[in-house]
């Protein structure tokens, strides 16, 4: 049994910088493929990024592409978003996850319990 705790969500304006952490526990890590997902009010929850258990492929949504990074460091147990030029259309709630390569949510088995981002007009 993996668990998954995120850190790092809050509030701040367009145009400005986050940095997500996903801390896991409970199993081995380097094991599995490594995701962020994020779900607004009233909206199904949606791919951002994923990173391979090597780091060696990663995979992000369009919409993201060029202004977020994902890593990871299997040694530390962590993988972190990197968010910068964030717009208001970023606001969600961010949920970390663990499974396998993929873009749904069904690819992954486990999941943190959610870190809230708002970004500001």
């Known amino acids: 049994q993996v668990q998954l705790v995120e850190s790092g969500g809050g509030l701040v304006q367009a145009g400005g910088s986050l940095r997500l952490s996903c801390a896991a526990s409970?199993?081995?890590?380097?094991?599995?493929?490594m995701a962020w997902f994020r779900q607004a009010p009233g909206k199904a929850r949606e791919f951002v990024a994923t990173?391979?258990?090597?780091?060696?492929?990663?995979n992000y949504a369009d919409s993201v592409k060029g202004r977020f990074a994902l890593s990871r460091d299997n040694a530390k147990n962590t993988v972190d978003l990197q968010m910068n030029s964030l717009r208001p259309e970023d606001s969600a709630v961010y949920f970390c996850?663990?499974?396998?390569?993929?873009?749904?949510?069904?690819?992954?088995?486990?999941w943190g319990q959610g870190t809230q981002v708002t970004v500001s007009s």
């Open positions: 409970g199993g081995t890590f380097a094991r599995f493929t």
């Open positions: 996850a663990a499974g396998r390569w993929g873009t749904t949510p069904s690819d992954y088995e486990y």
């Open positions: 990173i391979s258990w090597s780091a060696y492929y990663t």
